[in-house]
């Protein structure tokens, strides 16, 4: 089973996710990604977008900015409570506690999104009924009350560094669907963009998370993918169901297993939304079922509200019907980071081949960050390395190959396996016509699955491969 200390370790052994910062002692939940973090954070970003945007002609893509004008976050409800969290702080180790969590770990109480006054008069109700309420770092009953605390990353911009006041604070984005809003009038007026239609963006947000642990499910910068789909009032449901669906078969399409995901539906909602649920997967690294992606109905909230904070009307005139109305918005917020747990935790397994364990990564070919290996069988002779050279030269057109010539076959194999790469080529004396000259300008193609391997012309490796690699 994949443990958290496992995936971790394969991540930095492989290039895949760095902790930050880390000559410098790290730098609480923030990671960088490495090499192949990057190949499959964007191979996952590239489906998502393909899926959104591509084949979509009702859906355009955005690359708003992270600073935004500072009044748009008291309009969206992000300054006030709307983005408050409950922090309960420990008296004897200092530890940050989010109340919602120690409630629903400790005592099964769902007090998501609950006002401050509620959970304290829940925690003071369990010390009453004798039931300890303690600290999950050091065990200590001495705990602080809940307060409340703004998820809301704060910054200033072209003012004196110190001078962090109240006029010229600035935010960096805590979600990027504020960013489409804002230029929702642009689309409209450019885009020739008819109701219903929607707006996709990839970027980085940024929240100051109580508790961010837990690797990269949560985490203070992180990158989401956004749609917010704009309809006509009283539309709202269809098109909510039809992206539930869409997206839940996205996960399947790519090759994320049934039993791994689940629905999760939301009795208590944000401030924004009108119905909310949450396309779960079962993390089992860190403990399970766990929320990796969000789809809410958010009526016409966030324009009406850009509308009273700014005084520029945010509607949309059907010219079919003659009506003039605030669109409402049915969207879908999906994480990127925890795109990249889910796939990965989806697609390790351990095996047993020979009586050696074998790790490896079973991605979609379209997931995975390496799609072909180039092993020349040995470092020399010069002839060999060339011939493979020529290979990699002429796949690495179409696709992200890795070359690799140092140690044996076998542990290059095993390499390939653990970073997910679907196919190996392996480029031998007889390829070079040093040995059986029938098998000259032929090399060995072996499968990632099955292991299998066939011994096929080099010129028809592009078609062999487009066959089975998709696009
Ligand atoms: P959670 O309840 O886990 O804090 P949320 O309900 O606040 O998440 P949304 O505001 O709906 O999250 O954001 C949409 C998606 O963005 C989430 O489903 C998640 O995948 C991702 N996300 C949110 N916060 C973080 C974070 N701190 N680190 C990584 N991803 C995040």
């Given at each position: 089973?994949?443990?958290?200390?496992?995936?971790?370790?394969?991540?930095?052994?492989?290039?895949?996710?760095?902790?930050?910062?880390?000559?410098?002692?790290?730098?609480?939940?923030?990671?960088d990604?490495?090499?192949?973090?990057?190949?499959?954070?964007?191979?996952?970003?590239?489906?998502?977008?393909?899926?959104?945007?591509?084949?979509?002609?009702?859906?355009?893509?955005?690359?708003s900015?992270?600073?935004?004008?500072?009044?748009?976050?008291?309009?969206?409800?992000?300054?006030?409570?709307?983005?408050?969290e409950?922090?309960?702080?420990?008296?004897?180790?200092?530890?940050?506690i989010r109340?919602?969590?120690?409630?629903?770990?400790?005592?099964?109480?769902?007090?998501?999104?609950?006002?401050?006054?509620?959970?304290?008069?829940?925690?003071?109700?369990?010390?009453?009924?004798?039931?300890?309420?303690?600290?999950?770092?050091?065990?200590?009953?001495?705990?602080?009350?809940a307060?409340?605390?703004?998820?809301?990353?704060?910054?200033?911009?072209?003012?004196?560094?110190?001078?962090?006041?109240?006029?010229?604070?600035?935010?960096?984005?805590?979600?990027?669907?504020?960013?489409?809003?804002?230029?929702?009038?642009?689309?409209?007026?450019?885009?020739?963009?008819?109701?219903?239609?929607?707006?996709?963006?990839?970027?980085?947000?940024?929240?100051?998370?109580?508790?961010?642990?837990?690797?990269?499910?949560?985490?203070?910068?992180?990158e989401?993918?956004?749609m917010?789909?704009?309809?006509?009032?009283?539309?709202?449901?269809?098109?909510?169901?039809?992206?539930?669906?869409?997206?839940?078969?996205?996960?399947?399409?790519?090759?994320?297993?049934?039993?791994?995901?689940?629905?999760?539906?939301?009795?208590?909602?944000?401030?924004?939304?009108?119905?909310?649920?949450?396309?779960?997967?079962?993390?089992?690294?860190?403990?399970?079922?766990?929320e990796?992606?969000?789809?809410?109905?958010?009526?016409?909230?966030?324009?009406?509200?850009?509308?009273?904070?700014?005084?520029?009307?945010?509607?949309?005139?059907?010219?079919?019907?003659?009506?003039?109305?605030?669109p409402?918005?049915?969207?879908?917020?999906?994480?990127?980071?925890?795109?990249?747990?889910?796939?990965?935790?989806?697609?390790?397994?351990?095996?047993?081949?020979?009586?050696?364990?074998?790790?490896?990564?079973?991605?979609?070919?379209?997931?995975?960050?390496?799609?072909?290996?180039?092993?020349?069988?040995?470092?020399?002779?010069?002839?060999?390395?060339?011939?493979?050279?020529?290979?990699?030269?002429?796949?690495?057109?179409?696709?992200?190959?890795?070359f690799?010539?140092?140690?044996?076959?076998g542990?290059?194999?095993?390499?390939q396996?653990?970073?997910?790469?679907?196919f190996?080529?392996?480029?031998?004396?007889?390829?070079?016509?040093?040995?059986?000259?029938?098998?000259?300008?032929?090399?060995?193609?072996?499968?990632?699955?099955?292991?299998?391997?066939?011994?096929?012309?080099?010129?028809?490796?592009?078609?062999?491969?487009?066959?089975?690699?998709?696009?």
């Amino acid at each position: 089973m994949l443990t958290l200390d496992k995936l971790t370790s394969l991540c930095k052994r492989r290039g895949f996710i760095y902790p930050s910062s880390e000559i410098y002692d790290g730098f609480g939940a923030i990671y960088d990604y490495g090499p192949l973090g990057i190949e499959l954070k964007n191979n996952i970003a590239k489906a998502w977008w393909k899926s959104m945007v591509q084949l979509r002609r009702d859906i355009v893509g955005l690359d708003s900015a992270i600073f935004m004008h500072p009044q748009v976050w008291v309009a969206s409800g992000h300054t006030g409570a709307g983005f408050d969290e409950a922090l309960i702080e420990c008296r004897g180790c200092h530890n940050r506690i989010r109340a919602d969590f120690l409630l629903m770990d400790k005592f099964g109480i769902d007090a998501d999104k609950a006002p401050i006054d509620e959970i304290n008069k829940i925690l003071k109700d369990l010390r009453s009924q004798g039931k300890k309420v303690t600290c999950e770092n050091c065990g200590s009953s001495d705990l602080a009350e809940a307060k409340r605390f703004n998820l809301l990353v704060k910054s200033n911009l072209g003012s004196p560094t110190d001078a962090l006041s109240e006029e010229n604070v600035v935010y960096l984005r805590a979600e990027t669907c504020q960013g489409i809003y804002l230029n929702y009038k642009n689309i409209v007026d450019t885009m020739r963009v008819k109701i219903p239609f929607g707006v996709a963006q990839i970027g980085k947000s940024f929240r100051n998370e109580i508790v961010a642990r837990q690797f990269i499910f949560r985490t203070r910068e992180f990158e989401q993918m956004e749609m917010q789909y704009f309809v006509k009032p009283g539309d709202d449901d269809k098109y909510f169901e039809e992206l539930k669906k869409l997206r839940y078969n996205w996960y399947l399409e790519y090759g994320i297993s049934k039993e791994n995901l689940k629905w999760h539906e939301h009795e208590k909602l944000a401030h924004y939304a009108s119905a909310a649920y949450d396309i779960e997967y079962n993390f089992t690294a860190i403990g399970g079922f766990k929320e990796l992606e969000g789809i809410h109905a958010r009526g016409d909230w966030d324009l009406s509200q850009h509308t009273k904070h700014s005084g520029v009307k945010l509607d949309y005139f059907d010219e079919a019907t003659n009506e003039r109305f605030t669109p409402h918005v049915v969207e879908t917020a999906a994480g990127l980071n925890r795109n990249v747990l889910a796939f990965m935790s989806d697609a390790y397994c351990e095996e047993e081949v020979d009586g050696e364990q074998r790790v490896v990564l079973k991605f979609d070919p379209r997931i995975a960050p390496m799609k072909v290996a180039i092993l020349p069988l040995q470092k020399k002779p010069e002839a060999l390395i060339e011939k493979s050279d020529e290979i990699w030269q002429n796949l690495a057109k179409n696709w992200m190959c890795d070359f690799d010539v140092a140690g044996s076959i076998g542990k290059r194999y095993r390499r390939q396996d653990e970073i997910g790469t679907p196919f190996c080529v392996t480029i031998d004396f007889d390829t070079i016509g040093q040995g059986d000259k029938k098998l000259k300008d032929t090399v060995t193609i072996r499968e990632r699955d099955s292991m299998k391997q066939e011994r096929i012309k080099i010129k028809d490796l592009v078609e062999y491969l487009e066959e089975r690699l998709g696009d």
